[in-house]
């Protein structure tokens, strides 16, 4: 008879509600960039409150799922492709996590803007990079849910022009500093919001090398050591 | 007889190994840190380079530090205390992954920060944030490496002193990038240094957390949300 530790059919039914926790948890990290991107077009205490409330929710959800992982990995003892899957689930969710975190960061600095005239090729810079990132961050959820390497792969290209951009609104940012010394004090959060979705993205990617990883068995450290 | 799965004399001896190699990684990050700060203070290329060198270590070394604690909790299934303590190793490795890419940043940083003159008070400023946020460091790996939970409790306060200081030297960068106009576009590289410096103290917090966490089993989350 075949050795068959796997399938069984509970053990099954535990990964593919590890990949709906997973799935649940990204929703959230989603729609909390997205109000944290709200907040900073048109800040309102009440987006800065939900992106907060996300980013606890995100905390409890994946402190969890890590529970659940490793009382997996303990009981079942998975080998493999398994193994690296469940594994993945603990560092999406830490990753998540992350930028549940960096939206916070994002809706508190808009709340520091609120009222103040910021450039018009900032707002733009901004929200191009954010409409990039919150694309990146439906891709790499996606590539994991969906184990999808294709896009897991494109994520790198799409970092490198969110890295552009960066370093264009960095630009603006400053020469406006220059024209305009009394936009100084609140200038500087447009900086720093340019820097958490860049932060973001990077996030993203690492979703993505995870996929990658999980898949191929190649090592995240050769990705991450690429740029 | 006593059901005795545990002290198997093997498995105690792993669990040696993993302090040892947490120690290891502990050692490399705090070291990368302090390469930083030097680099900030008196920019030179061969810093930097040992900087990134030592990122790449901590990456290299928390990778198999993970995949040995994963392969204990399958073989072994530890449980209490014992798998809390595996399950910190992982942790704590990947916050020490994530000190030494912050260390990589300070350094990069400091390359922009080269041969322009800094303001007097933003180099104190600056230099008693590297100075508290090395002491955190030690304190966050030797809580956990010692166990030793009033070191772990004390991060939390050393912490909010890291963040005065944080608010304090963004309002004196910027009231001298309004002083001098030309200054602003290497001025930003200090906001970005106090930025990584406060993550680095974030992280270390974290640490303690963790340490907390695995002796009582009292959530970090409760913990992280105090701020």
């Known amino acids: 008879m075949e050795r068959k530790k796997y399938p069984r059919i509970l053990f099954r039914k535990r990964l593919r509600e590890l990949k709906e926790d997973v799935n649940e948890i990204g929703q ?6 997205k109000n944290a991107i709200k907040a900073f077009n048109n800040y309102d205490k009440d987006l800065l409150d939900d992106v907060t409330k996300a980013r606890d929710k995100i905390e409890e959800l994946s402190f969890h799922l890590e529970r659940k992982c490793i009382s997996i990995i303990a009981s079942e003892q998975p080998v ?29 600095a808009a709340k520091n803007l609120k009222g103040e005239e ?3 090729r900032s707002m733009e810079d ?13 891709k790499g959820l996606y590539s994991f849910i969906d184990q999808n390497m294709d896009m897991a ?54 979703l993505g090398d995870r996929t990658i990883f999980m898949i ?9 050591l690429k740029k």
């Open 28 to 33: 959230i990290a989603i729609q909390a960039h």
């Open 80 to 108: 493999a492709m398994d193994l690296r899957f469940i594994e993945a689930c603990i560092k999406v969710g830490s990753h998540l996590k992350r930028i549940g975190s960096l939206s916070v960061n994002i809706a508190e």
């Open 118 to 120: 910021i450039p018009a």
């Open 126 to 138: 901004l929200n191009h990079m954010a409409n990039l990132v919150q694309m990146m961050l439906s």
């Open 153 to 206: 792969r494109e994520l790198r290209h799409d970092d490198d022009k969110v890295d552009d951009l960066f370093d264009q609104s960095l630009e603006n940012v400053t020469s406006s500093m220059f024209q305009n010394k009394d936009s100084i004090s609140y200038m500087i959060y447009l900086l720093f919001i340019a820097r958490f979705l860049e932060r973001i993205a990077d996030r993203a990617v690492s």
């Open 216 to 224: 191929t068995c190649e090592k995240p450290k050769k990705l991450e």
